[in-house]
């Protein structure tokens, strides 16, 4: 785990140390699916050549929970090459966090089974987001495919960091 935060911060210095601002976005509008840890809809607002807002509207499923969230995120563009750029943004998320009803079975001493089928619950959802990515505008298209990791620390559930968990590939029209 050590590697994988020395790495983020080494990658985050070197792509930040770079100050070259060229016409990245040229669309205004774009709008696509989101495909990763979380699947949902993505809606893209561009500010300025380097600067955009994105809101991400996602749900996270598995055997033991589910999550719905809507995410916002203010977005930084640079050029890398031709046709290809990365960005980095911060943001936050608002959602809906819910542990679905188990069957849980334990065995007695004398050999019978008992079975106790939980409640399920729901929890409000909070969090502080980044991002940071790399997009790849497809020529005589008006597609972008980008894969990027968007880190985010949850305040109500775990409190914790996710850092390698929702990473994501986004394939967007532009319009």
């Not at 996270?60 to 203010?74: A, D, I, M, P």
């Not at 911060?90 to 069957?103: A, D, M, Q």
Request: glycine share 8%; net charge positive.
């Amino acid at each position: 785990m050590k590697k994988a935060n020395w790495l983020l911060l080494t990658l985050g210095i070197i792509l930040f140390s770079f100050d070259t601002s060229w016409a990245q976005l040229d669309s205004q509008h774009a709008v696509g699916g989101r495909f990763g840890s979380a699947t949902g809809f993505s809606y893209r607002y561009t500010l300025a050549d380097d600067r955009a807002v994105e809101g991400i509207l996602s749900i996270q499923s598995n055997s033991k929970s589910r999550r719905f969230r809507l995410v916002g995120l203010y977005q930084y563009h640079r050029p890398l090459a031709e046709n290809f750029t990365w960005f980095y943004g911060f943001g936050g998320s608002v959602g809906s966090f819910r542990y679905k009803s188990e069957v849980i079975q334990t065995t007695n001493p004398d050999g019978s089974v008992t079975t106790r089928r939980t409640d399920p619950k729901s929890e409000l959802a909070l969090s502080i987001d980044g991002i940071v990515g790399i997009e790849y505008n497809i020529p005589t298209t008006p597609l972008s495919v980008s894969l990027d990791v968007k880190p985010y620390f949850d305040f109500l559930q775990e409190s914790s960091i996710k850092l390698i968990d929702p990473f994501g590939l986004t394939i967007r029209y532009k319009f």
